[in-house]
């Protein structure tokens, strides 16, 4: 299981609620112009769950962007490229729920 600390990026708030081989589950704080960079997972479904924002999913599949208000959800499935900002580039903070499965982070920039 790729750990946050060996993560590509940095973001302001990163806290573990829940954590097992298979399953992972975090609060996460973007501040303002920070994002998850475009990545994809090959075994876990990210789902976001947001707490205070707006937030932006985006991806690189047919459904596109998906913007989030406080209380919405999102999952994105294995192989699918996506980011995850603020609104505008605005802070925003959400759970991420990720399983079932090993957790890497691919890269995809410049694919």
């Given at each position: 299981m790729t750990k946050p600390e060996d993560l590509p990026y940095f973001i302001e708030g990163r806290e573990l609620i829940a954590e097992t081989p298979d399953l992972?589950?975090?609060?996460?704080?973007?501040e303002p112009g920070e994002e998850i960079p475009w990545h994809f997972h090959t075994e876990v479904t990210d789902t976001f769950i947001c707490l205070d924002g707006p937030m932006t999913v985006e991806t690189k599949?047919?459904?596109?962007?998906k913007d989030l208000q406080p209380d919405d959800t999102y999952t994105v499935t294995p192989d699918k490229a996506h980011r995850v900002t603020g609104?505008?580039?605005?802070?925003?903070r959400f759970v991420c729920v990720q399983g079932?499965?090993?957790h890497d982070f691919i890269p995809t920039e410049g694919l």
């Open positions: 992972r589950v975090q609060i996460l704080t973007l599949a047919a459904s596109g962007t609104k505008d580039g605005r802070r925003c079932i499965g090993e």
